[in-house]
């Protein structure tokens, strides 16, 4: 079974040394195979208690911006158990997913030959408003169906720098929160050809 961690940085703009941020490199990826679920829909569980249940919703709310961008080809079941999710969707306390880096997002996944068999995210749950947390969500679900390059537009869903609002200084929010864009869906077929064709 193979395993990658795929990760969208968060550079809040406090951070940044001067306005244009730098792009994190992609290792090469030319062997890779093309990833995909067998079937659809996907079983995902995403960790709520009473306090995280708003924003277990807006996770899922990014999922939803796939799930309406493929015409609904693309579709998922909401399981309350852990054990038998496909994608399991954590939330780690704090800003960032770590002290070491300013990263909010990440993904886990495991497949066999192309086939994905296990997606697991974390996310920090302390990174921005809740437009920044479904947009983080949404990248993330990105990967866990089988992208696994970054785009270069930035654009793109899949673009791998989210700038976060930092209201203590200040800096202004993107004027429109990242969907999932024609190029996203491109990225997202290579892994179904056959149900995401045009």
Known sequence: MDKRLLALLALPLAL???????????????SAPAL????????VYVEANGERDQKALIVLAGLDEWVDAS???????RTRDPKVADITVRFVAGRFLSADAPVIGETEVDWSGSTMRKA????????GTLEDLQATAAHEFGHALGIQQHSSDQCDLMFPV???????????????APYVTAHDLSLLAAGYPQLLRR
């Not at 995909?36 to 079983?43: D, E, I, K, L, T």
């Open 36 to 43: 995909h679920w067998a079937q659809f829909p996907v079983r």
């Open 120 to 127: 697991t995210i974390r996310l920090a749950e302390g990174a």
């Open 71 to 77: 015409h609904e080809k693309i579709c998922y079941i």
């Open 16 to 30: 940044q040394n001067s306005p244009a941020l730098a792009q994190p490199k992609e290792p090469a990826r030319a």
């Open 162 to 176: 989210e700038v976060l609002h930092d209201s203590q200084i200040g800096d202004p929010l993107p004027e429109e």
